[in-house]
């Protein structure tokens, strides 16, 4: 079996990351990017975007402190200019 190259690891890293890949390309996959510092940053920034993607549809803000203090910002600035 030829390991895959980055490209394909890449293409294939969201449907890896739903599970949604058979177990063959899984494997492929995984051992790709366990191995490869090339993906590496593609595959963090891609794993924290999921995560945040879940804790989105789960109803629970990233941070919801600070969430907070930028909207109040917001208004602020916005009464000021107003
Ligand atoms: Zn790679």
Excluded: N, W
């Excluded at 890293?13 to 996959?29: A, F, I, R, S």
């Excluded at 920034?45 to 203090?69: M, V």
């Excluded at 930028?70 to 208004?75: P, Q, T």
Aim: glycine share 6%; aromatic share 4%; with cysteine.
């Amino acid at each position: 079996m030829t390991p895959i190259g980055c490209q394909e690891a890449l293409q294939r890293l969201y449907e890896y990351l739903d599970g949604e890949l058979t177990p063959d390309t899984t494997e492929e996959v995984r051992r790709h990017i366990d191995l490869c510092a090339g993906c590496y940053p593609e595959v963090r920034s891609a794993t924290e975007f999921r995560d945040a993607l879940h804790r989105a549809a789960l109803g629970q803000p990233l941070c919801p402190d600070a969430l907070r203090r930028k909207v109040a910002e917001m208004l602020r600035e916005e009464g000021l200019s107003a």
